[in-house]
């Protein structure tokens, strides 16, 4: 990743009371944009975020391999990080689950300088590769992932046909 410099971002563990709030809105976004994409209807989009996230979480927050973060500038709150954390036969890999900033914080280049402390975490732990998926739709968040380094590994299409 390769990020213009903007405001430095602290990144902390997301504490009990902030994953319990950040779980539930997650879960609901996650269904929503899955309907939105048009990959299924709203009530089977909902049955698919709530079961994909009891299969990658049963242990909440606990789960093996996955960290949450919040990131900080100064004390006020501008983002969040869910990442997974595993060895492959190459060396250490992420992939990000969910990275997300705020309505009230965006526009101010905190999406990009949380991409930069995810990217000096992850570094820092030696991993050799970040990955992602985000949903066709969402414009903002490719543009910013592809300024950030990210390349495309696969693509997936679909044509509505009424």
């Known amino acids: 990743m390769t990020v213009q410099a903007g405001p430095e971002v602290r990144l902390e563990p997301m504490t009990r009371g902030q994953y ?55 004390d006020e709150p501008v983002g969040l990080l869910w990442l997974h954390f595993e060895d492959r036969s190459d060396g250490p890999y992420v992939f990000g689950y969910d990275f997300e900033v705020p309505v009230r914080s965006r526009r101010h280049g905190y999406g990009s300088a949380l991409l930069v ?13 970040v990955g992602l998926s985000v949903f066709g739709f969402n414009d903002v968040a490719r543009s910013l992932y592809e300024r950030s380094g990210f390349e495309i590994t696969s693509q997936q299409l679909r044509k509505p046909l009424r």
């Open 117 to 129: 402390a995810a990217e000096r975490l992850c570094r820092a732990r030696g991993v050799i590769s």
């Open 20 to 74: 319990v709030a950040y779980r539930a809105l997650a879960e609901k976004s996650y269904g929503e944009n899955i309907a939105k994409s048009g990959m299924l209807p709203s009530h089977e989009a909902r049955e698919k975020a709530a079961d994909d996230f009891a299969c990658l979480l049963p242990n909440g927050r606990n789960s093996p391999g996955h960290e949450f973060f919040t990131g900080y500038v100064l």
